[in-house]
């Protein structure tokens, strides 16, 4: 990788989110809190419209677009803050844009991250460090 500050990438992460896709990140992580997983507790209880996404799953698909553009081995640090929830039928896009070049023994790219919506809501922002070829 061989960016130049201002570069940018955008990629779909998911289309069509679907409950299936929720409840099996629930199995893979073990978070089977009911918000994710039960509707009627979800919208009877806890009063949401239903289940929506662990923001972890959000920050994974995130971060996946992040490590298909830089490299699993090169990124350094990715950090994010949960702004939306995510609910079942959304489709994410990811923006990856590089934000500054630091020279030296190691080169890295501080990198801003953020994953909006379908209605263009941001539901991730966050940064990453990756390390570029000397």
Do not use: C, K
Request: charged fraction near 20%.
């Amino acid at each position: 990788m061989t960016p130049s500050v201002g570069d940018s990438r955008e990629t779909v992460v998911v289309e069509n989110l679907s409950r299936t896709r929720i409840v099996q990140y629930a199995g893979a992580s073990g978070d089977y809190n009911p918000l994710h997983t039960d509707e009627p507790f979800a919208r009877d209880v806890a009063g949401y419209p239903g289940v929506f996404a662990h923001g972890m799953l959000t920050m994974g698909l995130t971060g996946r677009a992040l490590t298909d553009w830089v490299g699993e081995d090169r990124l350094l640090d990715f950090g994010v803050r949960f702004t939306a929830q995510v609910w079942p039928g959304d489709t994410l896009t990811t923006t990856i844009t590089v934000d500054a070049i630091s020279e030296g023994a190691e080169p890295t790219a501080t990198l801003s991250v953020v994953t909006t919506n379908q209605d263009g809501v941001t539901v991730v922002s966050g940064t990453a460090t990756t390390r570029l070829d000397p």
